[in-house]
């Protein structure tokens, strides 16, 4: 073999490689394309279009409200730096991957809306309702589904931990500490 049949082979067996490696580049980015517009997208839901968050066990539920410029806890004011941080939480979801189609898998993901916590976004009359499940795999995970979709999606985000706070958590750091001032006797009252 002389040297310009080897190099003439060469540059065959990369042009090869080069056309088997494109497509699977180019899946890749379709996929990630895809899980951003499943059915539990959260880049909707912002402080500037909800007005009001539901969300809760089915022993507990709270609710923010937007009242007046300002996000109320159950009626009382919210920390809105704890409100825009949770908003925040959401706008930098992800998802990660379909966790199942099967709705028997619902209980063992805890998105049945009987267990784990039942999300509720209302923007003007509109109502999107989630279940956000147990915690996934790794750290800052958690399984999700939307109302009426069978699909679950494992998703990343911190907001997770937001809906697990008491109502006293969404409080003005200022207003619980006077709260606890004025339930506590002081020395010259005992």
């Not at 969300?55 to 920390?79: V, Y």
């Not at 189609?101 to 063992?108: A, M």
């Not at 800052?140 to 109302?147: A, D, E, S, V």
């Amino acid at each position: 073999m002389n040297q310009k049949t080897l190099i003439l082979l060469v540059t065959v067996l990369l042009g090869f490689i080069a056309i088997a490696a494109v497509p699977k580049l180019f899946k890749q980015d379709e996929s990630k394309k895809q899980l951003n517009k499943v059915s539990v997208d959260m880049s909707g839901f912002s402080e500037e279009t909800v007005n009001k968050v539901e969300f809760g066990s089915s022993e507990e539920k709270k609710a923010l409200n937007l009242t007046t410029g300002q996000w109320q806890i159950n009626g009382e004011e919210a920390d809105q730096i704890k409100v825009k941080l949770f908003f925040d939480g959401i706008q930098k979801s992800e998802v990660l991957k379909l966790a199942s189609k099967n709705d028997e898998n619902h209980k063992k993901f805890q998105v049945t809306g009987d267990d784990g916590v039942v999300l509720k976004f209302f923007t003007g009359e509109k109502e999107n309702e989630f279940y956000v499940g147990k915690r996934g795999p790794s750290f800052g995970t958690f399984y999700i589904r939307k109302k009426g979709i069978k699909n679950v999606y494992l998703m990343r985000g911190s907001f997770f931990e937001n809906l697990t706070w008491v109502e006293q958590e969404w409080k003005e750091e200022k207003k619980v500490e006077e709260e606890a001032d004025e339930k506590i006797p002081k020395m010259n009252e005992l």
